[in-house]
């Protein structure tokens, strides 16, 4: 009779803990009926697959914030999630660095900001939406609406093991085998659903990725969520918060190998990423799942758009008008200042000294050093988008919103003439860098 999954678990790990096997080698073997070899001797402590505690860098919350040099063939420490300002690229950049994985020009772990640039960069999205009880703002200023994470993990170089599956069975034996091999696992929750976010400020529709580091003493699993610190979670509530969205359900995904990118395909990934940036900016590609008449909340003209309905104090789309109760007024500018600041789809000078710094570092690979010329713009737009930020006041008097409209939309047209400078110089440049590699090749 085969075993249950949990006594094969139980034998799985028991036996890896006699032969040095990874558990997936290990599980294997137990369902194939393979006797355990004479020769095999049991791992190091503290190497992938030894393990007391499984998972990266050892899975606590002191080797989380070690940063010791690894022995040979021994995975680096967790990096401790600090200074962040994107989440998903500093999450990612993290768990790249837990796997060993190097850039090819500096040969340090990947960068944020290269991370961020890869994944699209930057761009503009506002959308309102009235209920009957509220009204909602989203600002968006990170790339958008591609897929931000599934673009950074394409493009960086890695080798990426992805798995989705709507077992919740198979979806905790996969989280398993990523835990058992040492490495950080990514997976995909429904944030209203973690135990540390209330409830009542989160959407409950609203997925964000977390990184599982291991197990802790207490038979709970080690959590990355961003926050700056740790987090705890019991295997039950994190299958429930995996398997709440239908869209990504159980979905993780784990860096089982530290190969990197080779310097050339990395340039050319570069410009792939910078040209779909700017053309989401400038409009002149279509938009992935967007209907045509949805772009005029996007980019460069989104951007006109949302000042023009600041300016608007008469028609029912004008902001004046939307926003007359108070505490729709107060509500959506809480979100937009939210939105403006969170590092989820916002952050710091609206990420574009981010992006500066992605330009700066790409220009060191092959071929790019024209990216150079480009950064200082995006860095006197971080100062802009800082401004506007500034500005925003949920506290405003109901009585003075057309006055306060009025002034955010100035700096908001503002920008969008120097974010249209900015973008069609940059993109004239990468039509020149590719044509470049395009003879070169």
């Known amino acids: 009779m085969a075993p249950s999954p ?79 300002t994107q989440y998903d690229a500093g999450l990612w950049q993290r768990v790249l660095t837990q796997a060993g994985v190097t850039d090819p020009v500096t040969g340090n772990p990947p960068s944020e900001a290269m991370l961020a640039g890869l994944a699209g960069g930057i761009g503009f999205m506002v959308f309102v939406f009235e209920y009957e009880e ?22 960086c170089g890695a080798v990426v093991r992805e ?41 409950a529709d609203e997925p964000v990725d977390v990184a599982v580091l291991g197990e802790h003493d ?16 019991s295997p039950t509530d994190l299958a429930a918060a995996r398997g709440q969205r239908k869209a990504g359900k159980n979905w993780q995904a ?6 990197g990118p080779e310097a050339d395909t ?9 040209q779909e940036t700017t053309g989401r900016l400038l409009g002149t590609r279509e938009l992935d799942g967007i209907p045509a008449h949805f772009a005029k909340n996007f980019g460069v003209a989104g951007l006109r758009t949302w000042a023009g309905r ?40 609206g990420l574009r000294g981010l992006y500066a710094d992605f330009l700066d570092e790409a220009a060191a690979l092959p071929g790019l050093e024209a990216l150079r010329e480009c950064s200082a713009a995006y860095r006197d737009l971080a100062g802009r988008w800082d401004e506007l930020a500034e500005m925003i006041d949920p506290d ?46």
Request: proline letters at 7%.
């Open 266 to 274: 990395l340039a050319a990934q570069v410009v792939a990423a910078i």
């Open 134 to 155: 509220t009204t909602t703002v989203s600002v968006i200023t990170r790339a958008h609406p591609e897929p931000y994470t599934e673009n950074l993990l394409a493009r």
């Open 163 to 203: 798995q989705k599956t709507g077992s919740a069975r198979l979806a905790a034996q996969y989280l398993d085998e990523g835990l058992d091999e040492g490495r950080a696992v990514v997976v995909r929750v429904s944030r209203a659903t973690l135990p540390w976010v209330d409830g009542d400020m989160a959407d």
């Open 6 to 84: 949990v006594q094969l678990k139980k034998l799985a790990r028991a036996r890896m803990e006699r032969t040095g096997e990874s558990y997936t080698t290990a599980r294997k073997a137990i369902l194939d009926g393979r006797p355990e070899r004479p020769s095999a001797r049991p791992a190091p402590a503290g190497k992938p697959g030894s393990n007391a505690k499984r998972g990266a860098g050892g899975g606590t919350p002191a080797a989380a914030e070690a940063s010791a040099a690894p022995e040979p063939g021994e995975l680096p420490e967790y990096p401790a999630p600090v200074d962040v």
């Open 310 to 349: 600041l300016l608007d104090t008469t028609t029912a789309s004008g902001w004046t008008r939307i926003f007359a109760e108070p505490g729709r007024l107060a509500h959506g500018l809480e979100m937009v200042a939210l939105f403006l600041t969170d590092g989820r789809y916002g952050g710091s000078g």
């Open 396 to 441: 405003v008097d109901p009585a003075e919103r057309s006055s306060h409209f009025a002034g955010i939309a100035h700096v908001a047209t503002r920008i969008a003439d120097a974010e249209e400078r900015a973008a069609r110089h940059l993109a004239d440049v990468a039509a020149l860098l590719e044509k470049s590699s395009s003879l070169r090749g």
């Open 218 to 233: 207490d038979g709970n699993l080690l959590i990355d969520d961003g926050s700056g610190g740790l987090q705890l979670i």
């Open 254 to 259: 784990w860096i089982p190998a530290s190969t």
